[in-house]
Structure formats: C-alpha cells, structure tokens
C-alpha cells in the first residue's frame, strides 16, 4: 500500500464516495450492518489504508489522521441516517401488515352449549344465594365419620343399607351424598349457618332409566338459635316456586333420614302429576352435638334434591343416561 499523503487521501476520498453510495442504495438493516463492518470495523477498509499512515513523517500524519476522522464520521453519520430510515420503514410495513379491516366479515366459531346438568346447578345456586345462603364444598372422599357416624348413621343402622357405596382402603369411601360438607363447614364455625353444598356424589346403584351410580346432589343447611319447621317449609316453597313457576301446588310428606327429625318428603304437582323432588327434616339434636352445638340453643333445618331428577323433570327428558352420553344432537338443544 502506498504511503504517499496524496495518494492516502485520494484512497480515502474514494472509499468515502463508493460507502456512502452503497449505503443510499441498501434496503435492510441486515445489508446496513454488514457494510458497517465492512468500512468501520477493526479488520475493514479504513484501517487498511490507515496502516499506511506508520510510514508518513511526522509534519504529514496530522494532515492525513483529520481526513480520515472526517471521513469515518461521514460515513457514522450516513449509516445511523439510513438506519433510522429503514427502522422506521419496517415499523411503517408491519402496522400496515396487521391492520385490521373492520370491513371485512369476521370468521364465526360456534358457541358451545352449557351442559343441562351445570345449566340446572347455576339455576338453583342462584336462588339460594339469593336467599342469603353460601356455596360450601367438600372432598369426594370421605371417612366413615364424615359421611355417616357424624350424621347419626351408625355401622349397624340400616339406613346405610340405602346409600352402598365405593370403599377404598384405608377406611375412605366415596361420599354417597354432600352431608359430609354440612359436618365439615360446622365443626369450624359457629352459629348462625346458612350454607348451600353441590357436588357429586357416589352410590353403588344399578344404572337404569332413573337411576346412575354417579350423581349430583345440591343440599342447604340452616343453623340458628329459634328455627322451626315453618321456616323450612317456607324456605322450600320459596325455592320451588322460583324453579317451577308461581302456579306451583306444593305438599310435605312425612318421612325419615338418620340426619333430621322431623324429616319430609316434598312432592310438587306438575303437569297433573304429583312428583317427589326433594327431601327436608329439622337438623337431629345428635347431628348438632357431634359437631359441638348445644340442640337447647340452636335448631336448623336442611334440605337435599337430585340436579338429575330437576333436569329430567324441567327438561322433560326420558333417561338419565343421556345426561352422561355426550351427544351432541341431544346436548345441543339445550
């Protein structure tokens, strides 16, 4: 290379013009920073000519070191010109690319269809937490206690012999109804209680038209110092007149549950059948202890219906089966 100052500048005038030429000409930020390197980076085509500078006398150095800054910072200057150009350029190209053109039809989903059994469950949690009433909810696995010795059903009664269900070991089964959750919420809290508990529940029955080995449950329980068979039987009517319409005939008939006492069947008359929906009672005195509650201070009530029977009724439909089949030419008309 030549270490004339002349030629030195002559080389660096050139090498200005034909960066600054290329620069204007690229159109990508990748192009842009391989030319960078290219003229400006430690192994580039500016420090090759200024190696040349070692051989220049002194008085010639600063002469040929000015020109060469001059050029260096022309050629920054045009490459962060050109970069800002092309930066905003591709911002510009990707908002024009995910413009949405409200003009154009939107592509329709088809909106799934809320099962009837979750349907039914909302429906009735709706009018007992409009009555005041909490959510409460338990394990699907229960002990012995929890399910039955806490809600006066003994290992020798024989209601037990209505509820069969699935042991596992260890002394756990699963829950045959969602009792169990009234036991758990009161042991940890004191009067007043007013709690609504939905939930499966496991029964080992034979599967038929009206009958399934998993089922869902919805249960209230009313706990208070002065209760009395007439605020449940209030509180009943209340619910199915809200469920069934105002119209609604609605009798009690008397029954028995290990868990109340007294205990009733409810029937209501509907399309000019009398139909069993639900059973009720007043809280037992022996439930009341086992959870810690003193039965001269306080009284309750609760109550327990089937969401599949409410469902088939309301819905007219012929076999619990089909609540559990998946099909979606019978799901979709719901």
């Known amino acids: 290379m030549s270490t004339s100052p002349n030629q030195l500048e002559t080389q660096l005038k050139e090498?200005?013009?034909?960066?600054?030429?290329?620069?204007?000409?690229?159109?990508?930020?990748?192009?842009?920073?391989?030319?960078?390197?290219?003229?400006?980076?430690?192994?580039?085509?500016?420090?090759?000519?200024?190696?040349?500078?070692g051989k220049l006398s002194?008085?010639?150095?600063?002469?040929?070191?000015?020109?060469?800054?001059?050029?260096?910072?022309?050629?920054q200057n045009q490459l962060d010109s050109r970069r800002q150009t092309l930066q905003q350029a591709e911002?510009?190209?990707?908002?024009?690319?995910e413009t949405l053109d409200v003009t154009m039809p939107g592509v329709s989903r088809p909106l799934g269809h809320i099962h009837p059994l979750n349907g039914m469950v909302d429906r009735i949690l709706d009018v007992f937490v409009g009555l005041g009433y909490t959510v409460a909810s338990g394990?699907?696995?229960?002990?012995?206690?929890?399910?039955?010795?806490?809600?006066?059903?003994?290992?020798?009664?024989?209601?037990?012999?209505?509820?069969?269900?699935?042991?596992?070991?260890?002394?756990h089964l699963l829950r045959t109804h969602t009792s169990s959750v009234q036991i758990r919420h009161m042991e940890n809290r004191e009067p007043?209680?007013?709690?609504?508990?939905p939930g499966r529940c496991y029964r080992r029955d034979t599967v038929d038209a009206t009958h399934s080995a998993t089922f869902h449950q919805i249960e209230i329980l009313a706990?208070?110092?002065?209760?009395?068979?007439?605020?449940?039987?209030?509180?009943?009517?209340?619910?199915?007149?809200?469920?069934?319409?105002?119209?609604?005939?609605?009798?009690?008939?008397?029954?028995?549950?290990p868990f109340t006492e007294p205990s009733a069947e409810v029937d209501v008359q509907w399309k000019g059948k009398w139909l069993e929906?639900?059973?009720?009672?007043?809280?037992?005195?022996?439930?009341?202890?086992?959870?810690g509650y003193d039965p001269e201070i306080y009284t309750g009530f609760a109550a327990g219906l089937g969401v599949e029977r409410f469902a088939m009724?309301?819905?007219?439909i012929d076999d619990i089966r089909r609540l559990y089949a998946s099909d979606l030419r019978f799901l979709q008309q719901f």
């Open 15 to 53: 090498l200005q013009q034909q960066a600054l030429d290329l620069i204007g000409a690229l159109t990508n930020l990748e192009e842009l920073e391989q030319l960078r390197v290219k003229y400006l980076g430690k192994k580039g085509d500016l420090s090759q000519i200024l190696r040349g500078m």
């Open 58 to 75: 002194p008085e010639e150095r600063p002469i040929v070191g000015t020109l060469a800054n001059e050029v260096k910072e022309k050629i």
């Open 91 to 97: 911002i510009e190209a990707q908002l024009q690319a």
């Open 139 to 171: 394990p699907h696995i229960e002990t012995d206690y929890y399910n039955f010795e806490a809600l006066n059903t003994p290992a020798d009664h024989p209601a037990r012999d209505m509820q069969d269900t699935f042991y596992l070991p260890g002394g």
């Open 192 to 197: 007043p209680i007013r709690i609504v508990a």
């Open 223 to 257: 706990v208070d110092k002065g209760l009395q068979f007439t605020d449940l039987k209030g509180t009943i009517k209340e619910f199915l007149r809200r469920i069934f319409g105002d119209d609604i005939t609605v009798q009690f008939r008397a029954s028995y549950f």
């Open 277 to 291: 929906v639900m059973g009720c009672g007043m809280v037992d005195p022996n439930v009341l202890k086992a959870v």
């Open 313 to 316: 009724v309301l819905h007219q």
